[in-house]
């Protein structure tokens, strides 16, 4: 297949930090790299924070191709920045740019005008689900909304010629809803950057964990993550076995202040950390990863540590059922069930036998899932989707579409 152009429509990119970003920039740089002709849309965020990311996509250079627009800060949740309007913009890409494929990475105002221009313009549009946000409801105590959000989630990527998402559970989600297209796509990790070889007994110094066994997290520091259910299952750990286990927690987010005034002694906040340089050697300097969400469709830190040679403990939800073996590259737990985490956690401490078998088994489980090849798996289902869309839509089917997704939201 001919590279073509693609349009990246997204609500999240770097310099913000989550899982979502991190895979897009990774999907960018990956499509441009098989000749594909990329531009994107995507919030402005605030320049403070680009160094984390500078070298995962490109050193910090301002990205060629990249369109943003005005954004605000979520309120309660600054970390995450809500795009102005982007309607006009999307169009006025789509009608310059002529791209071959539209993709929305996610389900906001920026993925909607994406796909509101790509319809109107008679344009194929595919979209990706990387977030279960009904389940967000529940964290946040509104469960009364879960419904509704799953039934936008739904009337959004029903209207895509198809839908990527990182595992199996959250395919067959989808498909019960009546999403027509459905691929499991994205189960990637970058094996080489993520290693045991990068650990380093220098930053373990710096710590002060020396030899002392540790537990990591990495991710954001929110309700949804189940920060707090690792935190409590830490504390049970060290008033059963005293000062010699550390909990290290890495990321930041909205319930950062609430986590840090409860977390036991012996954890250690380190923010956010240089995804390209620092996580790697951060992770492998580790011991075991502890990780306590139910909302993942994939869980990308999971795979990052499991690259890394560190054992897993983790509730088997979403899309973490599809990598965690428990006794072969983790142990499981219960969800919300902070005695059971604890339990798993002293069982790697106790032994190392185990725990060594773990993390070899963790190390066999990453290097299975090259990222490369869903990259060129990628470059041939957008070939697939370009080549089998329909002839483009009359004009006045054309505006009628826009009309159907404005009211749809």
Known sequence: MLAMRVLYCTDTYPPQVNGVSVVTALTVAGMRARGWDVEILAPRYPTASASVFAATVGGGEPESGLTTLASVPLPFYPEVRVAMSGAAVARDIVARFRPDLVHCETEFLVGKAGQAAALGFGVPCVTSYHTDFSKYARSYRVPWLAGAV???????????????????????????????????????????????????AALRARMGIDDTFTFLYVGRLAREKGVDVVLDAFRRVREALGTGVRLVVAGEGPAATTLRAAAPRGTVFLGNLHHASELPVLYASADAFVFASVTETLGLVVLEAMASGLAVVATPAGGVVDHLRPGENGLAFPAHDAEACAHAMMQLVSDRALLHRLRAGARRTAEALNWEAELDRLHDS???????????????????????VANTS
Not at 150 to 168: D, K, M, N, V, W
Not at 174 to 193: K, Q, Y
Not at 392 to 403: E, K, N, T, W
Request: charged letters at 25%; proline letters at 7%; hydrophobic letters at 30%.
């Open 150 to 200: 799953s039934r936008s989630l739904i009337r959004f990527h029903g209207r895509a010629a198809r839908t990527y998402t990182p595992s199996q559970p959250s395919r067959d989600e989808l498909l019960r809803g009546g999403v027509r297209d459905v691929e499991v796509w994205g189960r990637g990790v970058d094996a080489e950057r993520f290693n045991p070889g990068r650990r380093s």
């Open 382 to 404: 957008y070939g697939e989707v370009v080549t089998g869309y329909l002839q483009p839509v009359p004009q006045a089917s054309r505006s009628a579409a826009i009309g159907v």
